[in-house]
């Protein structure tokens, strides 16, 4: 099974990030425009947590709290699992379901060098059972591979 940096390499480094002072509505806004699921909340150029779907709909809807006002600080999860480059695609996927996550910002030398999501972990997953079928069916049809 892949590394993280294997994800990486087909996905790409860039990570959508906002400040920790900026509001929930902006951030909002930012998920959309970017089409993904959160931000990585910074802190001047330090990784204050993530703001996600989740932190919206729990901490700012369910509350009746008004993300115009409301600041992403006060929202978001303080508390990350970051990774590294090494881990492997089964610990991610281990953290995710134990950590119940979906999104994993990933460190290099403690500077922030990707996020993976569980999208991206099943992508690559079936990437590689596709392949390990498509062998199979070779194999078994008497098609050996070069």
């Not at 990774?83 to 403690?110: E, K, N, W, Y």
Request: aromatic letters at 4%; one cysteine or more; charged letters at 25%.
């Amino acid at each position: 099974m892949g590394r993280v940096a294997d994800i990486l390499a087909r996905k790409g480094h860039q990570v959508h990030t906002i400040q920790h002072n900026a509001t929930v509505f902006e951030a909002v806004c930012s998920m959309v425009d970017r089409n993904v699921g959160s931000l990585v909340v910074l802190d001047g150029t330090a990784i204050a947590g993530i703001f996600t779907e989740r932190d919206y709909l729990r901490r700012v809807a369910a509350e009746q709290r008004s993300p115009a006002t409301t600041r992403v600080r006060e929202v978001m999860t303080e508390c990350l699992v970051c990774l590294d480059l090494d881990r492997s695609v089964q610990d991610c996927m281990a953290i995710m379901t134990r950590q119940r996550v979906r999104h994993l910002p990933v460190l290099h030398d403690g500077r922030l060098a990707g996020l993976v999501s569980i999208g991206d972990l099943v992508k690559h997953v079936s990437a590689e059972k596709e392949v390990e079928v498509r062998y199979l069916t070779d194999y078994i049809a008497g098609r050996y591979p070069a």
